[in-house]
């Protein structure tokens, strides 16, 4: 029968020690504000800790937690887990099929290459209203997950080292929240990454990986902010890309009503564009493909050419909007520009090219030159 246990310090509380060593299944346990240490860690079993404070760090728990591989569930709410060591805060085994639920909840790792929060088996993983601090969130290989981010926000900037890591196969759900950092997908990844309402640093795509994004912002300014590999899906809606997008191999990508300083596309990557800004550069090389329809393709004094294309790359454009701004346009090699435009800011547009065929621009005055 679930008993609730108050742990303190006071009259009529229990000793943390002594609640530790009686643990049962589905104990629910109040802990007063105050610091509750577990040097060798602990492995927890159907177990809910609550934190009583004004704030989860009022009530920090100092050591590490595991998870152990026939629990059902773990809560942790309104708490702080920190740990100094070269230890996981949180871990879950290969052999786990459970929930590990965490609220308003701050948990703090020690700022190297170990997760803070580290994912095997089958788990779901919620996070509300918490933060993750010096460590990442790692899904690994064998992982089957399901994560559910709401309100919050992993802070890692690390150079070397991703603050979201999703291997194995799951769903991802990041609703409202911020991640500082890279979220990032991996060779053996099979997954979908829903990400809505919520700012990134970057955002590194691998494997297979079907990536839905809306009103969203990747906030890097590098040239590869974005950058989607292998047999990546992506469709991003309403969403802000501050550096440049990056696709290759066989990616494929939607992307409506959103801007982009730059992109840059190789391989066998296909893409429609509609409704977009592309602000700055954009180039078009090996087989990839683009369909662009009410698209604008802007130029700045950085970038030699706001728009180019070559090797066999193929380029479809319906009512866009060219505004060179004394960057020039390149169709080289064997590559296609098959475009009406709606309008430019330009009288007309020099445009080198070596087979002039394969160039037609409608709506506005062209010439073919070489370089």
């Given amino acids: 029968m679930p008993r609730i246990v108050k742990v303190g310090a006071g009259g009529g509380e229990v000793h943390w020690h002594d609640a530790l060593k009686d643990l049962r299944a589905d104990d629910v346990l109040f802990l007063e504000p105050g ?34 591989s026939d629990s059902r569930y773990v809560t942790l709410e309104n708490l702080c887990v920190n740990t100094n060591q070269d230890k996981n805060s949180i871990f879950v085994p290969m052999e786990a099929n459970t929930y590990l639920t965490l609220r308003s909840c701050v948990i703090k790792g020690a700022g190297n290459d170990t997760a803070v929060i580290a994912i095997n088996g089958k788990v779901t993983l919620e996070l509300y209203s918490t933060k993750i601090i010096n ?36 769903t991802a759900i990041i609703n ?57 899906w992506i469709n991003i809606i309403g969403s802000h890309f501050n550096g440049g997008v990056f696709l290759d191999k066989r ?18 990557t296909d893409i429609q564009l509609n409704n977009s800004l592309i602000t700055a550069h954009a180039d078009f090389q090996n087989e990839s493909k683009c369909d662009a329809t009410r698209t604008t393709f802007n130029g700045n004094m950085e970038y030699e050419y706001f728009l180019a294309l070559s090797g066999n790359a193929q380029f479809k454009g319906h009512n866009l909007i060219l505004n060179s701004n004394t960057s020039n346009l390149a169709v080289q090699d064997d590559a296609i520009f098959k475009v009406n435009v709606l309008s430019s800011e330009d009288e007309s547009l020099e445009v080198e090219c070596n087979k002039k065929p394969n160039v037609s621009i409608l709506g506005m005055r062209w010439t073919a030159i070489k370089k």
Avoid at 148 to 164: A, H, K
Avoid at 251 to 268: G, K, L, W
């Fill in 35 to 68: 610091f509750y240490t577990i040097p060798q860690g602990i492995t927890l079993t159907d177990i809910t800790i609550k934190g009583t404070g004004s704030s989860p760090e009022d009530t920090t728990i100092l050591g590490y937690i595991n998870l152990s």
């Fill in 135 to 170: 460590g990442s969130v790692s899904m690994f290989e064998g992982a089957d997950f399901r994560l559910e981010m709401n309100d919050s926000y992993i802070e890692y900037p690390s150079e070397e080292f991703c603050s979201l890591a999703l291997e194995g196969q799951g």
């Fill in 176 to 232: 409202n929240s911020k991640i500082s950092g890279s979220v990032n997908t991996f060779k053996k990844t099979n997954v979908e990454l829903d990400i809505n309402n919520s700012e990134v640093d970057y955002l590194l795509l691998h494997g297979q990986t079907w990536m839905n994004m809306l009103n969203s912002k990747v906030l890097s300014k590098d040239d590869s902010c974005l950058y989607v590999s292998d047999d990546c």
């Fill in 251 to 268: 990616t494929r990508a939607i992307v409506q009503n959103s801007q982009i300083n730059r992109m840059i596309a190789v391989d066998e």
